[in-house]
């Protein structure tokens, strides 16, 4: 992948490489909900939420550091305007679904540790999740799109 997109930042091949895997593995953590493995279905959340937010956090500082949208965006093929209404678009979905995963694992893990199985039983939980869901790997494929359109040339 860096061979091909070699104008690419390492960092910014890392951060793509791994929430292009995300869905995945949100899926894989959701299977196990649907087979009644609570406990895997919970760590997993856990795992990938902690990672995912460590690796926004590495993606930020780096960013600072080496720079970002604007001088990358010099030498791509595609139209400035797109790119910029592109990335406008892409950073609300993205911190909106951040957020929303952010919100139900704090109440799920409320619930969870209060053994309230009203909670779980309503369908609330299984909707917002799979709304989430969604809305992560649309983001995925966003951000993956973006760093084609950035580094392809
Ligand atoms: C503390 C974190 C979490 C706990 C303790 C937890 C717990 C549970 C439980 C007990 C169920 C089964 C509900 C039932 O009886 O039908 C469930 C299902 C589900 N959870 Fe979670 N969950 C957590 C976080 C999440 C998050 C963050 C998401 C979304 C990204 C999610 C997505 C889902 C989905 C889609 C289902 C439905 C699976 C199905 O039956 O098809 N969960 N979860």
């Known amino acids: 992948m860096t061979e091909i997109f070699n104008n690419a930042p390492r960092y910014m091949t890392i951060f793509s490489f791994f929430s292009s895997l ?3 593995f949100l899926w894989l953590s959701i299977y196990q909900a649907k087979k009644k493995n609570i406990k895997i279905h919970f ?4 795992v990938l939420l902690g990672l995912t937010l460590l690796s926004v956090v590495y993606f930020e500082i780096m960013v600072r550091m080496y720079g970002g949208f604007l001088e990358f965006s010099e030498n791509s093929l595609v139209p400035y305007g797109f790119l910029i209404a592109y990335l406008f678009l892409h950073i609300i979905i993205a911190s909106s679904s951040l957020g ?3 919100y139900l694992y704090i109440t799920s893990l409320k619930a969870y540790t209060r053994n309230n199985e009203e909670y779980f039983k309503s369908n609330k939980h299984k909707r917002i999740g799979i709304a989430i869901f969604i809305a992560l790997s649309v983001n995925s494929i966003m951000g993956l799109l973006l760093y084609v359109f950035l580094f392809w040339y």
């Open 43 to 46: 760590i997993s959340q856990s």
């Open 22 to 24: 995300l869905p995945f």
């Open 100 to 102: 929303g995963w952010i």
